[in-house]
């Protein structure tokens, strides 16, 4: 009962499908039964000189037209187009599509079993492997990461080196690109000051240069144990759950000149990298992380 509006509708268009087709076929013979067949030309004066011209159509044309008319009932007995019915070839865009699934299917599936079975370390010595990663990188990542995964303009992290700031391990990476990141670094130039700001900076460049904080730097040291080790660690090291970089390192995602590091303390900063688990599949995001785990190396092209 519940699919009667749309049987009615259905029914409805073959109705009106068969009797304009038939309507047609009438039209066509009509105009040729009454002899006008090739025949001689017409020249009928209208107004004096405003003169009529009619030459009846070729007869090629008729039988031409008769035989469209042929095809399209071939066609419409062999493939769905008339209301309901589906064709005797039974063909269906759905079926088209799951016959490509299945092919698909036995011609990745095989492969894409094996890429998520893989360690990382595996995959990296599968050059064709690698390839493949590079290309859905090169596709996704490039326009913020650069070409090379060397970063962009202290916006967009190097991913080329091995220092990770939410983690280097599979699960990190893969979470990474899967979810997205959203770093949060507080602005604390209105809590500490300019001055405090300047005392950071120049502790945290101490940290870097791999100078643990000298008397020069106490006072800094005492502003960085008060309001950053709860994220960036006692000793700088940084923490990857919360997206916290080593600032123990020469490492720097936003310029490690004394006016960059000033200017993420004192504004804060919120690196974002998108999520990318709707636009890539698990087999793709498995083969990016393990190619960036692998050094992002661009292969050569071929
Ligand atoms: C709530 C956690 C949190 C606290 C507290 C925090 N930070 Fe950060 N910090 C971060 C995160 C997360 C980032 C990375 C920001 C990004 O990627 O956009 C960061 C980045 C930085 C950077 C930039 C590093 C680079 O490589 O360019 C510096 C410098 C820094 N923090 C210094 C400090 C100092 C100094 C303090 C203490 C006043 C501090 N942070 C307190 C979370 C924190
Ligand atoms: C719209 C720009 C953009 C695109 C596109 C983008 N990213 Fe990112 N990505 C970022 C930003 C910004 C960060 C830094 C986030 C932060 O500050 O914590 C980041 C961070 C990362 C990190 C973390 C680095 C670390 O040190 O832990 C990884 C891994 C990464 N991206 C991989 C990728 C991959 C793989 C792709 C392509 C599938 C991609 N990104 C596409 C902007 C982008």
Redesign the pocket.
């Known amino acids: 009962m519940a699919d009667m509006p749309s049987q009615f509708w259905a029914g409805w268009i073959v109705v009106i499908t068969v009797t304009s087709f038939l309507a047609l076929v009438w039209l066509i013979v009509d105009i040729y039964r009454d002899g006008d067949l090739g025949g001689e030309v017409k020249d009928e004066l209208w107004d004096e000189t405003l003169r009529e011209g009619a030459r009846p159509a070729p007869v090629w044309w008729f039988w031409f037209i008769l035989a469209l008319m042929a095809v399209s009932v071939v066609y419409v007995m062999l493939y769905p187009g008339l209301g309901a019915y589906r064709g005797a070839l039974r063909w269906s865009l759905g079926g088209q599509i799951t016959e490509r699934f299945a092919d698909y299917e036995t011609q990745f599936g095989a492969r894409r079993r094996r890429i998520l079975e893989l360690s990382f370390a595996e995959l990296a010595h599968d050059e064709e492997t690698m390839r493949s990663a590079w290309r859905v990188?090169n596709n996704?990542?490039t326009?913020?990461?650069g070409r090379d995964a060397g970063g962009q303009a202290q916006?967009?992290?190097d991913?080329s080196d091995a220092?990770?700031?939410?983690?280097g391990s599979e699960v990190q990476?893969s979470e990474?690109?899967r979810a997205g990141?959203q770093?949060a670094m507080p602005a604390w130039q209105a809590s500490i000051g300019e001055q405090g700001v300047r005392r950071l900076a120049d502790y945290v460049l101490a940290l870097a240069a791999g100078d643990d904080g000298s008397a020069a730097q106490a006072e800094g040291a005492g502003l960085f144990q008060q309001f950053c080790t709860a994220c960036h660690g006692a000793d700088g090291s940084g923490n990857p759950v919360l997206?916290a970089p080593a600032l123990n390192d020469a490492v720097w995602?936003y310029g490690g000149s004394r006016a960059d590091v000033m200017r993420s303390i004192a504004m804060g900063r919120n690196?974002?990298?998108?999520t990318?688990g709707g636009r890539?599949d698990e087999t793709q995001i498995r083969l990016?992380a393990a190619w960036?785990s692998a050094g992002a190396k661009v292969p050569d092209e071929r």
């Open positions: 990188f996704h990542c326009s913020c990461h916006q967009f992290p991913l220092s990770w700031q939410w983690g990476l990474t690109i990141r770093a997206g995602l690196g974002v990298m998108p990318f890539l990016v960036l």
